[in-house]
Each structure stands twice: as C-alpha cells, then as structure tokens.
C-alpha cells in the first residue's frame, strides 16, 4: 500500500530510508496523548536497516496522529520497554486506523484524521547506550 497517499510527509521516512520501514523491532521513545486537541505523539527509536555498514547508527522518527477520535491500550508494564512487533497503518472511511502490536510493553490501536511524520533525527547514540550511562 501506498503511504504517500494518506500519511503526510511519507516522503521524508521513504527518502531518509529509501523505502517505508517496517518498524519491526524499533523502540517506542516516547508517547504524548494530548486531550485538546486530541492527538498522539509518538517518538520511536529506528536501527538503520541501509546497509550493514549503518548498524551503528539510529534514527528517531517522529510521528503524529491528529484528530484522534478512538484509541485503546493494551498491555502496558511500568520499566519495560515497549518494542514494536508490527506497526500499520490503514485508510478508512473513518480516517486512518493506527496499530501497534508489541512484542513488549505497550500497545494500542487508534483511529484518527491524520498521520504525520513531522520529522526524523539521526544518532549514533542508541537508546540502550542513554539508559546505560543513565545507570538504568
């Protein structure tokens, strides 16, 4: 399926990757729900998948979920990290239908308006490496 079609700024993830990531595997950084106006914001940790040369380097994507109407989540654990199993994205009548499935932490599903990559951040840094120094 097309992402360019429904998801705004589908163009950054595609050029800085090459193609749409998967997602599999990549951490959830951060979630922000905000009540007014209802939205998401997501923050996840991407290994570069390139080449092999690019193991060493990560980056952050951004996304947001605007307008969002319904949202469930599942299968939180307070100091787990949340590690995604599979994260899609779907076009309805509705809006777009988000969900992520983790292999652990959180998960959830939403329905919302739209989907917007605001923006991707390189590192060399991984989020294993921060928690480490942090004496996590």
């Known amino acids: 399926m097309n992402k360019n079609n429904f998801i705004k700024n589908s163009a950054l993830l595609i050029k800085h990757f090459g193609y749409w990531p998967k997602f599999h595997d990549d951490t959830i950084l951060d979630?922000?729900?905000d009540t007014i106006p209802?939205?998401?914001k997501i923050k996840i940790e991407s290994c570069a998948e390139k080449s092999s040369s690019d193991w060493n380097k990560y980056s952050i994507i951004?996304?947001?979920l605007r307008g969002?109407?319904?949202l469930s989540i599942?299968?939180?654990a307070e100091n787990i990290a949340s590690i995604i199993f599979e994260l899609s994205f779907k076009q309805t009548d509705n809006g777009v239908e988000v969900v992520m499935d983790s292999s652990t932490g959180l998960s959830f599903q939403a329905l919302c308006k739209e989907v917007i990559v605001d923006k991707i951040e390189s590192s060399e840094t991984s989020l294993t490496d921060t928690l480490k120094s942090?004496?996590?």
Do not use: A, F, G, R
Request: proline share 6%; net charge neutral; no cysteine.
């Open 31 to 33: 979630i922000e729900i």
């Open 38 to 40: 209802p939205s998401i």
């Open 62 to 64: 951004h996304l947001i």
């Open 68 to 70: 969002v109407t319904k």
């Open 74 to 76: 599942d299968s939180y």
């Open 134 to 136: 942090k004496n996590w």
